[in-house]
């Protein structure tokens, strides 16, 4: 009984702390850079942050304050970030200013301009004024003033908190939904935040889960199939239309993934993965080709045959290996946490096993039909029948 008592009170008490480190618009309320107060609050819809604003129109100008506990309890040892991306809606390309302990051991405020995942402190795109940070009562906060674009109206507007800083550089923050839904849209003079389409976020789920299944699995389960599979006379024809189905479903799979890989790519402006998407239509076209050659494929005994099989062998083997290559690539820009790649890991180390034994196991039928074959011929004095 006074066990539970005591359970119910720490739950109490942990409840009321955790809501004193929520940001709410009706904390007391919290003066600007320049003793004036906010005009506009809005509680952001993740990471229990909020943003205080006054805009004035006439000269673009926006006087802010960002707060947020810092990630799993850091402290005044975490970080909290907010920014502004006038080129897309998420991390990359976001003017970005952090908080965190600088190598003064005071809390200080720093931009970034950030157009990769290795983050390093540089000019931002807008110029700022006043930037100032605060770490109290298990908050950290951003104050500052940013001179933005005349006549804008609304921004995307990014936050993130992190609870590490290493050699005087934020590290990364978790890959939770809160985090990652961390941005939208804030209207300056409405007083509106709106979250962002989560569409986005679900359409490049669906991108790579599409993807990864095709390219980055059926096609080389489809692959090892027509390799190994052949060598074992019980198998043919079956193995053809296994291999010829494993790799229709992953053709047809592949190109609804890469056709909503464009779309993102369409969507995103100001942000570009080069050489994801390159490597995205050089699968397609090659995929391609490679449907459109078994149509043209000569019969077995034609003396295009053989140049066929190059062909078809080489072709295939590198859509095998630069879609693998692809699949890292996108689980890089999405990093929907290390479990993905690990598991992604895992069924590539267990296909090549696989590959492994079956290559072993080939020889192994090859030599000893020849030997059966050499021995049936001396027995016999006959040819023994042409595979
Ligand atoms: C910020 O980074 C982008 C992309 O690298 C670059 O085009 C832009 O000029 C940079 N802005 C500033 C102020 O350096």
Redesign the pocket.
């Known amino acids: 009984m006074a066990i539970l008592q005591f359970r119910l009170l720490f739950i109490f008490l942990f409840s009321l702390f955790r809501s004193s480190l929520s940001q709410s618009c009706s904390s007391p309320a919290i003066i600007s850079s320049n003793h004036a107060a906010f005009t506009a609050c809005s509680e952001l819809q993740t990471l229990s942050s909020s943003l205080r604003w006054t805009f004035d129109a006439a000269t673009s100008s926006l006087s802010f304050a960002f707060s947020a506990p810092p990630a799993s309890g850091a402290g005044e040892d975490g970080w909290i970030a907010w920014a502004i991306n006038p080129s897309g809606d998420g991390m990359l390309?976001s003017?970005s200013l952090i908080a965190y302990r600088q190598s003064d051991g005071k809390i200080g405020v720093k931009t970034f301009?950030?157009?990769?995942y290795a983050i390093k402190p540089?000019?931002?795109?807008f110029p700022t004024a006043d930037l100032a940070a605060e770490f109290v009562g298990g908050v950290m906060r951003i104050f500052g003033n940013l001179f933005l674009p005349k006549g804008v109206t609304h921004v995307n507007q990014v936050w993130q908190v992190g609870a590490a800083v290493k050699n005087g550089i934020p590290g990364k923050h978790d890959l939770t939904p809160e985090n990652m839904n961390a941005k939208g849209k804030l209207a300056l003079i409405s007083g509106q935040s709106t979250a962002a389409g989560d569409s986005t976020y679900r359409n490049r789920n669906i991108h790579g889960i599409l993807n990864a299944v095709s390219w980055g699995i059926l096609l080389p389960i489809g692959a090892t199939i027509a390799r190994y599979l052949k060598t074992f006379r019980s198998a043919d024809p079956a193995w053809f239309y296994l291999h010829v189905s494993c790799q229709v479903i992953g053709y047809s799979a592949g190109v609804a993934g890469w056709a909503t890989g464009l779309n993102l790519g369409s969507k995103s402006k100001g942000i570009r993965f080069a050489t994801h998407r390159n490597i995205g239509i050089t699968l397609f076209a090659l995929g391609t080709l490679q449907i459109f050659a078994l149509f043209l494929r000569p019969r077995k005994d034609h003396k295009l045959r053989f140049s066929w099989n190059v062909y078809h062998h080489s072709v295939g083997y590198t859509v095998v290996v630069l879609g693998i290559i692809n699949v890292f690539r996108g689980l890089r820009i999405l990093s929907p946490g290390d479990g993905w790649k690990l598991a992604y890991v895992f069924f590539l180390c267990a296909l090549g096993a696989a590959a492994l034994l079956l290559e072993a196991i080939t020889w192994l039928i090859v030599l000893r039909r020849k030997k059966t074959e050499a021995s049936a011929k001396l027995n016999n004095g006959a040819r023994p029948p042409l595979e």
């Not at 301009?113 to 990769?116: A, F």
């Not at 540089?122 to 795109?125: A, L, M, Y």
């Open positions: 390309g003017q301009n950030i157009s990769d540089s000019p931002i795109d």
